[in-house]
C-alpha cells in the first residue's frame, strides 16, 4: 500500500512492523488473555474452562501429542483409545499445530492441565499478534491494528467456542495472509514462506478452518493477481509452486483422515449439518452471559455456537469502514471491499446447506451444499455455524479501517486514549468474567490414579472399563488416564464413537450374557483384553438398582480365567489370562447380488441401498427393526 494514499493524520505510523513491537504486543494480549479467562489462572494446574467434555477430550489429544512428539511422533495415529481399532487419533481434531507450541511445558510438569491451560493463552495471543500484523499492514496504522487485533483475539465467538481450544487458535490464519499481502506488495519470494508456514500451522491447529481458510486465502489471491500487470505468469507460477508445497506437507495429515473416513463412514448426517448451521438472526443474538449485552434476548437453550452477535462497536466501525466505498477508488476501498465480500461470503456459508432466515427457510440449497458435493471431506463437520470464525476476520480488518477512518477526526493529542477507550469497548462487549471453570487433577479422579498405577507395572494388554459410556465425561476420565499408563483402553469419547464401543453400550449385547460367563470373557482375551475395570462409582441409579455391577462381578469370576482381582479404592481390577489369537475366519465367497433377496420392517424404500454395490449408501431405518 502507498504510504501517501494514508490519511495524513496517520503517515507518521505508516511503517514496517517490527519484531520487538511483536514481542510486546504478544505480551500485551497475553496479559490480557489471564484477564479475560479469571479465574482459570487462579489455579492454572488444576482447573480447565467452561465443560468438562470437549475441553478434557482436547487436554487428553494435547497431551498425547506432546508424549509423541517426544518420540518423533511414533505410534501418534494410533491413540490409545477404542482399542483394537487403529489410527484413532484422527476420530477427532489432532491439534498438532498446538502441541508443538507447549509440548516443553507437558515434558517438563507432566501436567496436562497447566500445558491446556498454557495453550490457551499462547491461543489467545497469537490471535491478537496474527490481526495486529495483519490489519496494521493493511491500514497503516498502529493504532487500528491495535483495535482490530482487541476485536479478534477476543470476540464473542471465541468465548462461545471456549470448550473448543481450536478455534481460540486461528492467529495463523491472519499471519499466512499478511504473508500473502506482502508477497504481492513486494514481490519477495520469503514472503510467501511466512505463508505457507502460517497455512501448515493453521491447518494442524484446526481441521475446519483448514477447509475455511481457501475463502479469505483465494479472495487475496485473486485480488492480488487482478492488480498485477506485467508479472502476473509469474506471480501465478510462484503461487502455484507455493501451494503444491503446503499440499505436500499436509498431504500425510489429510491422507490420514481420508482413510478414517473411508474405513469407517466418517460422514455427517444431513440432519446433523442442519442442527449445527446459523441462521441470519444468529447474528443480531447476544449470548446472555455474555459482557455488556447479558440483557439482549439469547438463543435456543443449547445454541450457544449460534448466538454470533459481534457488538455494537465492531459494528460501527465496520459500517464506517463500509461507507468510505461510496464513489472511491482507492487502496483504503479495495481492502474495505475485500475483506467486507469475505465476511459476507462467510456468514452466508455458515448458514449451512438449508438457508434460514429468522426461522424462515429460504432454500434447501445454499452455496454450502454446493461445497459438500464437491468438496472431499466437507461432510465431515458436524458444525457450518463455525464458519463464522472467518466472517469474524472479515469484520476485524473492517473494524481496523474503521478505526482508522475516525481517527481523522480526532484530535493527535487524543488518540491515544481514544485508542484505550475503544478496545475497552470491545473487552467489555465480550467480557465473560467469571468464567465457568471445573477442578480437575491433573492425574484424574483420585480411583483413575489409583488403577492407572496399578497397570503401570503390568504387562501389556488392552483394558476394558465397566460400565462402558453412561456419560461422555466418565469415558475420558477414562481416556485421560491413559496418559499415565502404558496400555491402550477399548472405551473412548471422540468426534465419532468406535463400533465395537456402540456394541457393548447396547444392554442386550453379548458383553452381557452373564449365562455363558467363559464364552464372554474369552471373547475379550480374542480381542486382545487383558484387564478389566469395573468402576462402581460410575453406574448410574438405574444400573445400581439393576445389579448390574455385582453381575459383572459375577460373570468375571465366574469364567475361571482370571490371574488376578484386586480392589483399587472404588474400583475391582481383573486380570485376564494372556490373550489367545481370534479362530480363523472361513474363506470368504462372494455372493451375486441379483441372487439376494432383501425384506425389512422399516424404510422399504432404502433397502435397495443394502446390495447397490455403492460403500457410501446404506439403509437405514429409523429405529429398531428386521
Request: charged fraction near 20%; charge should be positive; glycine fraction near 8%.
Amino acid at each position: 500500500m502507498n504510504v501517501d494514499a494514508a490519511p495524513a493524520a496517520d503517515r507518521e505510523t505508516a511503517v514496517d512492523v517490527r519484531l520487538r513491537e511483536l514481542m510486546i504486543a504478544f505480551v500485551g494480549f497475553a496479559i490480557a488473555a489471564i484477564v479475560m479467562t479469571l479465574p482459570l489462572w487462579q489455579h492454572p494446574t488444576r482447573r480447565l474452562p467452561s465443560d468438562l467434555v470437549d475441553t478434557l477430550l482436547n487436554t487428553w489429544i494435547i497431551g498425547w501429542d506432546a508424549d509423541r512428539l517426544r518420540h518423533g511422533l511414533v505410534g501418534l495415529w494410533d491413540a490409545p483409545i477404542y482399542y483394537p481399532y487403529r489410527n484413532t487419533l484422527a476420530f477427532s481434531e489432532n491439534l498438532l499445530g498446538i502441541a508443538v507450541l507447549v509440548a516443553p511445558v507437558y515434558w517438563i510438569t507432566g501436567n496436562p492441565i497447566l500445558t491446556y491451560n498454557v495453550a490457551l493463552i499462547l491461543s489467545f495471543a497469537i490471535a491478537g499478534v496474527g490481526m495486529y500484523l495483519l490489519a496494521t499492514s493493511l491500514t497503516r496504522s498502529r493504532r487500528s491494528g491495535v483495535i482490530a487485533a482487541a476485536f479478534y483475539a477476543f470476540c464473542s465467538f471465541r468465548f462461545i467456542e471456549l470448550s473448543h481450544i481450536q478455534f481460540i487458535a486461528t492467529g495463523w490464519l491472519p499471519i499466512a495472509l499478511y504473508g500473502l499481502h506482502r508477497y504481492f506488495s513486494t514481490g519477495r519470494r520469503g514472503y510467501l514462506g511466512t505463508f505457507g508456514v502460517g497455512c501448515a500451522l493453521q491447518a494442524l491447529s484446526n481441521s475446519y478452518v483448514a477447509y475455511f481458510m481457501a475463502l479469505p486465502i483465494a479472495s487475496v489471491a485473486l485480488d492480488g493477481l487482478r492488480h498485477e500487470r506485467t508479472r502476473r505468469a509469474r506471480r501465478l507460477a510462484e503461487l502455484a509452486v507455493a501451494a503444491a508445497t503446503i499440499v505436500v506437507a499436509l498431504a500425510p495429515v489429510g491422507l490420514r483422515y481420508s482413510r478414517v473416513r473411508s474405513d469407517y463412514g466418517h460422514v455427517r448426517r444431513l440432519a446433523e449439518l442442519e442442527e449445527g448451521s446459523a441462521d441470519v438472526r444468529s447474528y443480531f443474538i447476544g449470548r446472555s452471559s455474555m459482557g455488556v449485552w447479558r440483557w439482549l434476548r439469547a438463543g435456543e437453550p443449547g445454541e450457544a455456537e449460534k448466538d454470533l452477535f459481534p457488538g455494537v462497536v465492531a459494528i460501527v466501525l465496520a459500517a464506517i469502514a463500509l461507507g468510505h466505498l461510496r464513489g472511491r477508488r482507492d487502496d483504503v476501498a479495495r481492502w474495505v471491499s475485500v475483506y467486507g465480500l469475505i465476511a459476507v461470503a462467510a456468514l452466508v456459508l455458515s448458514l449451512g446447506p438449508h438457508v434460514r432466515v429468522w426461522g424462515h427457510l429460504v432454500t434447501t440449497h445454499g452455496p454450502y451444499d454446493w461445497l459438500l458435493r464437491v468438496v472431499p471431506g466437507m461432510n465431515g463437520m458436524r458444525v457450518p455455524a463455525r464458519f463464522a470464525i472467518i466472517f469474524f476476520l472479515g469484520l476485524s480488518v473492517l473494524v481496523g479501517f474503521g478505526a482508522r477512518l475516525s481517527a481523522i477526526h480526532v484530535p493527535a493529542r487524543a488518540r491515544s486514549l481514544a485508542t484505550a477507550i475503544s478496545v475497552l469497548a470491545i473487552l467489555a462487549e465480550s467480557c465473560a468474567v467469571p468464567l465457568p471453570v471445573h477442578s480437575y487433577g491433573a492425574r484424574g479422579r483420585p480411583a483413575d490414579r489409583a488403577v492407572a498405577e496399578w497397570l503401570g507395572g503390568r504387562l501389556p494388554g488392552a483394558v476394558l472399563h465397566l460400565p462402558v459410556r453412561t456419560s461422555s465425561i466418565q469415558e475420558l476420565n477414562y481416556q485421560f488416564a491413559t496418559l499415565f499408563h502404558s496400555h491402550p483402553i477399548v472405551n473412548g469419547m471422540s468426534g465419532y464413537d468406535s463400533p465395537l464401543q456402540l456394541l457393548f453400550r447396547e444392554r442386550d449385547s453379548v458383553l452381557y450374557d452373564n449365562d455363558r460367563p467363559s464364552a464372554v470373557v474369552r471373547m475379550l482375551r480374542s480381542l486382545g483384553v487383558r484387564y478389566v475395570v469395573i468402576n462402581e462409582e460410575d453406574y448410574n441409579v438405574t444400573q445400581l438398582a439393576n445389579d448390574e455391577h455385582r453381575l459383572a462381578l459375577g460373570l468375571l469370576r465366574s469364567s475361571g480365567q482370571v490371574v488376578r482381582e484386586e480392589r483399587v479404592l472404588d474400583a475391582y481390577v481383573f486380570e485376564l489370562e494372556r490373550p489367545i489369537a481370534p479362530p480363523a475366519a472361513e474363506p470368504v465367497v462372494p455372493i451375486d447380488r441379483r441372487e439376494l433377496s432383501v425384506s425389512v420392517s422399516e424404510a422399504e424404500d432404502r433397502v435397495a441401498y443394502l446390495t447397490d454395490g455403492d460403500r457410501d449408501t446404506r439403509w437405514i431405518g429409523g429405529q429398531r427393526g428386521t
